[in-house]
């Protein structure tokens, strides 16, 4: 395979679409006055749904540009208090956190002199390619329950 072609796919990947939701299509009109609602039966708010996908995401970018970097204890360390809110300042750095991390995702994608399939310090199973599907992965499933928990909160 063509490693452009590849790049190109994960960077499609990353940016949301095509089979999955987009980030943006999500966050941008979300009712600001529901960013801490929580739907009967669902454990966490919008926000803090949004936070774990930040926290996680960062966590695998460190993870990638630091041999070294210690991941924070899970799962306590990948989501924010049960009990903590967020304001809207608090949600729109979320976003803006998320946008910033993925866009440094996508710069190492891009990167020629990163192989994406050579296997990285960190161990022989851990490629930039595993960790970036990784992302995308785990993005899409928790945006899936965001969108839903959307639908939840503006048609009550």
């Known amino acids: 395979m063509d490693d ?4 190109n796919q994960l960077l499609t990947l990353l940016d949301g679409g095509q089979a999955h939701l ?6 941008d009109d979300f009712p600001l006055d529901k960013i ?7 454990p966490y708010s919008p ?9 996680a995401q960062k966590d695998i970018l460190e993870f990638i ?8 204890e899970w799962p306590k360390g990948y989501w924010p208090p049960s ?18 991390d993925r866009s440094d995702l996508q710069a190492l994608v891009r990167d ?22 990784l992302v995308a992965d785990h993005t899409a499933y928790h945006l899936g329950a965001l969108a839903m928990i ?3 909160v503006t048609s009550s």
């Open 65 to 72: 540009r630091d041999p070294a970097y210690e991941s924070p």
């Open 150 to 152: 959307k639908r939840l």
């Open 112 to 133: 020629p002199k990163n192989d994406l399939t050579r296997s990285m310090p960190q161990g022989e199973k851990y490629t930039l390619l595993r960790q970036v599907l």
């Open 83 to 100: 009990a903590q809110q967020a304001d809207e300042n608090q949600w729109h750095q979320t976003i803006k956190a998320i946008r910033k």
């Open 4 to 7: 452009k072609v590849l790049r």
């Open 36 to 42: 801490n609602s929580k739907p009967a039966e669902i």
């Open 22 to 27: 987009g980030f943006d299509n999500i966050v």
């Open 47 to 55: 926000w803090q749904l949004l936070e774990h996908i930040r926290i």
